[in-house]
């Protein structure tokens, strides 16, 4: 068994170590900080910037269906998969941006589906994944993807919110 005095002396000694070293090298210690946090700062930057500009670059695909149009399961989980497909589709991006949606929209007691997500997935999203289902661009019917709000009378929105 260990004397404990001879472990408790060796515990101090690498604490002096230690202590002596950092007092030796603040200054390297300190730059090493102050590159690491502008590193830091630059990627997280770019990363923002990158989301930014593939958020401006969304394409959007309305879904016509024929008036014979009956979805199986089969079809319906292979088009899940294709959506799911999308993220993989798109290459790095932030998660924000490389999102697919489905909007499914009611105008004049006719049903709406509109496909968006982005543009560099968009092969992925103009494939027909229905039969009897005819892939448009929204652009070209000249719906373009837009976000609809939702005021509530005598509900002010809140000051974080998106206006």
Do not use: K
Request: charged share 20%.
């Amino acid at each position: 068994m260990a004397d404990p005095m001879a472990v408790l002396n060796s515990v101090l000694a690498i604490r002096q170590e230690v202590g002596a070293y950092l007092a030796g090298h603040a200054w390297e210690i300190a730059a090493a900080i102050a590159f690491t946090g502008a590193a830091g700062a630059a990627g997280a930057g770019w990363w923002r910037r990158t989301a930014a500009a593939a958020l401006t670059d969304r394409v959007g695909y309305e879904l016509l269906p024929a008036s014979t149009f009956e979805a199986g399961p089969v079809e319906v989980r292979w088009f899940a998969g294709q959506l799911a497909s999308v993220p993989a589709a798109s290459g790095a991006l932030p998660r924000r941006a490389s999102a697919s949606r489905v909007r499914i929209t009611c105008e004049g007691n006719r049903l709406h589906f509109l496909l968006e997500g982005p543009g560099r997935a968009q092969s992925l999203l103009r494939m027909p994944g229905y039969q009897d289902v005819e892939v448009v661009s929204a652009a070209v019917r000249g719906r373009a993807a837009q976000v609809h709000r939702i005021w509530f009378e005598g509900a002010r929105p809140s000051a974080g919110g998106v206006r």
